[in-house]
Protein backbone atom coordinates (compact mmCIF):
# COMPACT_ATOMS: atom_id res chain seq x y z
CA UNK A 1 0.00 0.00 0.00
CA UNK A 2 2.63 2.33 1.10
CA UNK A 3 4.73 1.59 -2.45
CA UNK A 4 1.68 2.08 -4.30
CA UNK A 5 0.62 5.42 -2.26
CA UNK A 6 3.69 6.84 -3.06
CA UNK A 7 3.53 6.55 -6.80
CA UNK A 8 -0.17 7.63 -6.83
CA UNK A 9 1.36 10.83 -5.04
CA UNK A 10 4.27 11.15 -7.83
CA UNK A 11 2.01 10.69 -10.77
CA UNK A 12 0.00 13.70 -8.99
CA UNK A 13 2.90 15.72 -8.79
CA UNK A 14 4.20 15.23 -11.86
CA UNK A 15 0.93 16.37 -13.50
CA UNK A 16 1.15 19.30 -11.32
CA UNK A 17 4.54 20.13 -12.88
CA UNK A 18 3.22 19.22 -16.78
CA UNK A 19 0.72 21.59 -16.07
CA UNK A 20 2.42 24.61 -14.48
CA UNK A 21 5.03 23.96 -17.13
CA UNK A 22 2.18 24.11 -19.86
CA UNK A 23 0.93 27.41 -17.87
CA UNK A 24 4.14 29.49 -18.14
CA UNK A 25 5.26 28.37 -21.86
CA UNK A 26 1.89 27.66 -23.48
CA UNK A 27 0.24 30.45 -23.25
CA UNK A 28 -1.81 32.75 -24.00
CA UNK A 29 -3.88 32.12 -21.08
CA UNK A 30 -6.26 34.34 -18.46
CA UNK A 31 -6.09 31.33 -16.05
CA UNK A 32 -3.04 32.18 -13.59
CA UNK A 33 -4.90 31.88 -10.40
CA UNK A 34 -5.28 27.91 -11.04
CA UNK A 35 -1.74 28.07 -10.06
CA UNK A 36 -2.82 29.16 -6.16
CA UNK A 37 -5.90 27.26 -6.31
CA UNK A 38 -4.05 24.05 -7.18
CA UNK A 39 -1.19 24.58 -4.38
CA UNK A 40 -3.77 25.31 -1.55
CA UNK A 41 -5.48 22.23 -2.77
CA UNK A 42 -2.53 20.22 -2.34
CA UNK A 43 -2.33 21.26 1.62
CA UNK A 44 -4.63 18.64 2.96
CA UNK A 45 -2.66 15.81 0.70
CA UNK A 46 0.40 16.88 2.54
CA UNK A 47 -1.10 17.13 6.09
CA UNK A 48 -3.19 13.96 5.43
CA UNK A 49 0.28 12.20 4.11
CA UNK A 50 2.08 13.59 7.56
CA UNK A 51 -0.84 12.34 9.86
CA UNK A 52 -0.43 8.60 7.80
CA UNK A 53 3.15 8.51 8.86
CA UNK A 54 2.32 9.66 12.82
CA UNK A 55 0.34 6.51 13.00
CA UNK A 56 3.45 4.38 12.78
CA UNK A 57 4.93 6.25 15.92
CA UNK A 58 4.82 5.31 19.49
CA UNK A 59 1.53 7.06 20.66
CA UNK A 60 1.34 9.80 23.51
CA UNK A 61 -0.65 12.55 24.47
CA UNK A 62 1.33 15.10 22.90
CA UNK A 63 1.18 13.63 19.77
CA UNK A 64 -2.45 12.46 20.22
CA UNK A 65 -3.03 16.93 20.35
CA UNK A 66 -0.54 17.30 17.43
CA UNK A 67 -2.45 14.38 15.38
CA UNK A 68 -5.48 16.56 16.50
CA UNK A 69 -4.42 19.98 15.37
CA UNK A 70 -3.49 18.83 12.52
CA UNK A 71 -6.64 16.94 11.90
CA UNK A 72 -8.18 20.68 12.08
CA UNK A 73 -6.30 21.93 9.84
CA UNK A 74 -6.92 19.25 6.94
CA UNK A 75 -10.82 20.22 7.56
CA UNK A 76 -9.61 24.36 7.13
CA UNK A 77 -8.20 23.53 3.92
CA UNK A 78 -9.78 20.52 2.57
CA UNK A 79 -12.28 22.80 0.92
CA UNK A 80 -9.70 24.63 -1.02
CA UNK A 81 -8.81 21.01 -3.35
CA UNK A 82 -12.61 20.85 -4.38
CA UNK A 83 -13.06 24.62 -4.39
CA UNK A 84 -11.51 24.54 -8.29
CA UNK A 85 -14.29 22.80 -9.63
CA UNK A 86 -16.29 26.34 -9.19
CA UNK A 87 -13.69 27.96 -11.16
CA UNK A 88 -15.79 26.59 -14.65
CA UNK A 89 -17.97 29.69 -13.67
CA UNK A 90 -14.98 31.92 -15.70
CA UNK A 91 -15.95 29.78 -18.61
CA UNK A 92 -19.01 31.89 -18.71
CA UNK A 93 -16.51 35.16 -20.19
CA UNK A 94 -15.56 32.98 -23.44
CA UNK A 95 -16.80 33.13 -26.44
CA UNK A 96 -16.72 29.40 -28.20
CA UNK A 97 -19.25 29.39 -30.99
CA UNK A 98 -22.07 32.53 -32.80
CA UNK A 99 -23.91 33.08 -34.85
CA UNK A 100 -23.02 32.77 -38.76
CA UNK A 101 -24.14 36.25 -40.09
CA UNK A 102 -24.33 34.44 -43.76
CA UNK A 103 -26.53 31.88 -42.82
CA UNK A 104 -29.63 31.84 -44.67
CA UNK A 105 -32.35 29.03 -44.82
CA UNK A 106 -32.00 26.17 -46.71
CA UNK A 107 -28.13 27.58 -48.16
CA UNK A 108 -26.58 24.87 -46.70
CA UNK A 109 -24.57 27.34 -44.75
CA UNK A 110 -23.67 26.43 -40.99
CA UNK A 111 -25.85 28.42 -38.62
CA UNK A 112 -23.58 28.47 -35.83
CA UNK A 113 -20.08 29.07 -36.33
CA UNK A 114 -17.11 27.40 -33.57
CA UNK A 115 -14.09 29.69 -32.59
CA UNK A 116 -10.65 28.65 -33.07
CA UNK A 117 -9.07 30.97 -31.18
CA UNK A 118 -6.67 30.04 -28.88
CA UNK A 119 -7.12 32.05 -26.22
CA UNK A 120 -10.59 30.69 -25.06
CA UNK A 121 -9.85 27.45 -25.37
CA UNK A 122 -6.60 27.48 -23.62
CA UNK A 123 -8.77 28.43 -20.57
CA UNK A 124 -11.07 25.85 -21.54
CA UNK A 125 -8.28 22.92 -21.10
CA UNK A 126 -6.74 24.49 -18.28
CA UNK A 127 -9.57 25.00 -15.96
CA UNK A 128 -10.96 21.41 -17.06
CA UNK A 129 -7.29 19.88 -16.31
CA UNK A 130 -7.16 21.61 -12.65
CA UNK A 131 -10.77 20.66 -12.42
CA UNK A 132 -9.87 17.06 -12.22
CA UNK A 133 -6.54 17.38 -11.05
CA UNK A 134 -7.90 19.06 -7.55
CA UNK A 135 -10.25 16.75 -7.24
CA UNK A 136 -8.30 13.68 -7.21
CA UNK A 137 -6.05 15.40 -4.90
CA UNK A 138 -9.23 16.12 -2.19
CA UNK A 139 -9.99 12.73 -2.95
CA UNK A 140 -7.19 11.26 -2.27
CA UNK A 141 -6.66 13.34 1.31
CA UNK A 142 -10.40 11.95 2.79
CA UNK A 143 -9.50 8.32 1.17
CA UNK A 144 -6.54 8.44 3.55
CA UNK A 145 -8.10 9.85 6.49
CA UNK A 146 -10.89 7.82 6.00
CA UNK A 147 -9.02 4.59 5.97
CA UNK A 148 -7.41 5.94 9.41
CA UNK A 149 -11.23 6.66 10.92
CA UNK A 150 -12.83 3.05 9.87
CA UNK A 151 -9.55 1.07 11.08
CA UNK A 152 -10.04 3.23 14.47
CA UNK A 153 -13.87 4.00 14.72
CA UNK A 154 -15.55 1.59 12.27
CA UNK A 155 -16.97 1.77 8.67
CA UNK A 156 -20.03 3.31 9.57
CA UNK A 157 -18.43 6.49 11.34
CA UNK A 158 -15.61 6.55 8.91
CA UNK A 159 -18.42 7.09 6.18
CA UNK A 160 -20.65 9.59 8.68
CA UNK A 161 -17.37 11.53 8.61
CA UNK A 162 -17.00 12.00 4.83
CA UNK A 163 -20.53 12.92 4.57
CA UNK A 164 -19.65 15.76 7.26
CA UNK A 165 -16.32 16.78 5.57
CA UNK A 166 -18.49 16.82 2.46
CA UNK A 167 -21.47 19.02 3.71
CA UNK A 168 -19.16 21.63 5.43
CA UNK A 169 -16.88 21.69 2.61
CA UNK A 170 -20.39 22.85 0.38
CA UNK A 171 -20.83 25.21 2.59
CA UNK A 172 -16.95 26.53 3.03
CA UNK A 173 -17.40 27.36 -0.38
CA UNK A 174 -20.31 29.19 -0.64
CA UNK A 175 -18.91 31.42 1.90
CA UNK A 176 -15.32 31.50 -0.67
CA UNK A 177 -17.46 31.55 -3.55
CA UNK A 178 -19.92 34.14 -3.16
CA UNK A 179 -19.14 35.77 0.05
CA UNK A 180 -14.89 35.79 -0.56
CA UNK A 181 -13.99 34.34 2.59
CA UNK A 182 -10.87 31.97 2.75
CA UNK A 183 -8.99 29.74 4.86
CA UNK A 184 -6.98 32.14 6.11
CA UNK A 185 -9.98 34.02 7.64
CA UNK A 186 -9.88 31.55 9.93
CA UNK A 187 -6.98 33.00 11.71
CA UNK A 188 -7.13 35.96 11.20
CA UNK A 189 -10.38 37.00 11.56
CA UNK A 190 -12.10 34.31 13.57
CA UNK A 191 -14.93 35.87 15.25
CA UNK A 192 -15.69 38.09 12.62
CA UNK A 193 -16.31 34.62 10.19
CA UNK A 194 -18.19 32.69 12.32
CA UNK A 195 -20.82 35.40 13.31
CA UNK A 196 -21.12 35.84 9.16
CA UNK A 197 -21.01 32.38 8.63
CA UNK A 198 -23.95 31.73 10.87
CA UNK A 199 -25.97 34.72 10.37
CA UNK A 200 -25.73 34.87 6.59
CA UNK A 201 -27.26 31.07 6.85
CA UNK A 202 -30.03 31.17 4.19
CA UNK A 203 -32.41 29.21 2.18
CA UNK A 204 -29.97 29.91 -1.20
CA UNK A 205 -27.14 29.02 1.46
CA UNK A 206 -28.50 25.32 2.00
CA UNK A 207 -29.51 24.93 -1.69
CA UNK A 208 -25.90 25.85 -2.97
CA UNK A 209 -24.48 23.71 -0.15
CA UNK A 210 -26.51 20.97 -0.42
CA UNK A 211 -26.01 20.54 -4.05
CA UNK A 212 -22.07 20.76 -3.40
CA UNK A 213 -22.58 18.65 -1.14
CA UNK A 214 -24.19 15.71 -3.32
CA UNK A 215 -21.58 16.68 -6.37
CA UNK A 216 -18.26 16.32 -3.93
CA UNK A 217 -19.68 12.93 -2.34
CA UNK A 218 -20.10 11.83 -5.62
CA UNK A 219 -17.17 12.35 -7.42
CA UNK A 220 -15.38 10.84 -4.03
CA UNK A 221 -17.49 7.53 -3.82
CA UNK A 222 -16.96 7.16 -7.62
CA UNK A 223 -12.72 7.20 -6.62
CA UNK A 224 -13.73 4.80 -3.33
CA UNK A 225 -14.95 2.35 -5.51
CA UNK A 226 -11.77 2.40 -8.10
CA UNK A 227 -10.01 1.84 -5.60
CA UNK A 228 -11.78 -0.60 -3.66
CA UNK A 229 -11.81 -1.99 -7.09
CA UNK A 230 -8.23 -2.18 -6.81
CA UNK A 231 -7.56 -3.64 -3.47
CA UNK A 232 -9.99 -6.48 -4.55
CA UNK A 233 -8.30 -7.66 -7.47
CA UNK A 234 -5.22 -7.58 -5.54
CA UNK A 235 -6.62 -9.94 -3.27
CA UNK A 236 -7.20 -12.22 -6.13
CA UNK A 237 -4.07 -12.75 -6.88
Not at 113 to 123: D, F, Q, T
Amino acid sequence: MEKKLKQVVGILMLMTVMFTGWMFFGGPFDTYYLLWNLLLAWIPLGIALVLIKERKKQPSGLRALGKGFLAALWLFFFPNAVYVITDFIHLSQEVFYYPNPSYEPYSGAERILYSMEKLPWNNFFSISYAVFLGCALSALSLYLLHGEVRRAKGSRRAWGMVAAVHLLSGYAIYLGRFIRFNSWDVVLRPMHLLRFAVGSFDKQALSFSLQFFLLSFFIYLIFYLFADLGRSEEKTQ
